[in-house]
């Protein structure tokens, strides 16, 4: 599986951004797919989640401001960012589980996409 994302750049606070991961290779081995995301000197943490079904799981702190979303016809999962703040700066890396995995054990990842909030 390999998974591409789009989208990142930069934003000012307040704003909105909408990032895109695209799906190929063997589709049929996922379930979830998603966001994490990685700011300097911080570790890797949730964004969002969205099965084939359309079962979500968000971080806290994202939940309200960010909504994930998937076009399953697509291979491809959004993640609709608004009311950014400086703080969401990060490497956002998309992320998808076999189907065998649970939401939080993700297998495969992408190379991220760069964020950046200016205050």
């Known amino acids: 599986v390999q998974l591409q994302a789009s989208g990142g750049g930069l934003a000012q606070a307040g704003g909105s951004l909408r990032l895109s991961c695209a799906a190929s290779g063997n589709i049929f081995m996922i379930n979830y797919m998603g966001w994490y995301r990685q700011a300097p000197g911080k570790q890797r943490e949730l964004v969002a989640v969205i099965s084939s079904f359309g079962s979500t799981h968000y971080a806290d702190s994202m939940r309200g401001r960010f909504t994930i979303s998937r076009d399953n016809a697509k291979n491809t999962v959004y993640l609709q960012m608004d009311s950014l703040k400086p703080e969401d700066t990060a490497v956002y890396y998309c992320?998808?589980?076999?189907?065998?995995?649970?939401?939080?054990?993700?297998?495969?990842w992408g190379k991220g996409t760069l964020v950046t909030v200016s205050s």
């Open positions: 992320s998808a589980a076999r189907r065998d995995s649970s939401w939080w054990s993700m297998d495969y």
